[in-house]
């Protein structure tokens, strides 16, 4: 049996988690927007053979171990509705890990990333999480200045995508793995 775990996807309306998880999960991106209402819910078993050599174990036993079990995540893609969110705070509990994510060509949503991190800290304890600047094929609204700010302050690591175009998704969601793993052992 594998190792599993469930991953929230968090953030505003609109900054792109969704299509995010389409893309990394089924490799597919829709243009037209549609607007998740509660929870969507999709699985991936991440292939381990390609990250397995960055996580640190010192046993070679358990580096075997994770190998040959693999690792199954469940993707729940939150509404960012926060004025709905009381709702789906239950989708919260369990969870191993995060992405929490912000539109680089939109500032409200920026803003509201302080918002989701201490809603995660509060519904899922202290889990792995990262942040994702989506959207990074239009113009940016966010400077960079703020956005390394923003790592220092939370201290995670911090990547920028575009679901539209490929581009850093898969290393995001593998350094998330990562992370779920290394809390794992």
């Not at 709702?87 to 912000?102: D, K, S």
């Amino acid at each position: 049996m594998s190792y599993r775990g469930k991953v929230v996807l968090l953030g505003a309306p609109s900054v792109g988690k969704t299509s995010l998880l389409a893309r990394y999960v089924d490799d597919i991106f829709r243009d037209e927007y549609m607007q998740t209402i509660g929870a969507n819910f999709l699985v991936k078993e991440v292939d381990l053979k390609n990250i397995i050599h960055n996580i640190d174990i010192k046993s070679s036993g358990r580096n075997q171990d994770i190998k040959e079990r693999g690792l199954k995540l469940y993707f729940w893609d939150i509404g960012g509705q926060t004025d709905k969110l009381f709702a789906n705070e239950y989708y919260f509990i369990q969870a191993v890990g995060a992405l929490v994510v912000f539109s680089l060509n939109n500032r409200s949503s920026f803003e509201q990333i302080d918002f989701w991190i201490q809603k995660l800290k509060e519904l899922s304890g202290d889990i792995p999480y990262i942040i994702l600047g989506n959207k990074s094929d239009l113009e940016r609204t966010i400077d960079k200045d703020e956005i390394t700010t923003m790592k220092e302050k939370f201290g995670c690591q911090y990547f920028e995508t575009s679901a539209k175009m490929n581009m850093g998704v898969k290393k995001a969601f593998e350094a998330l793995s990562l992370q779920i793993l290394d809390d794992i052992k």
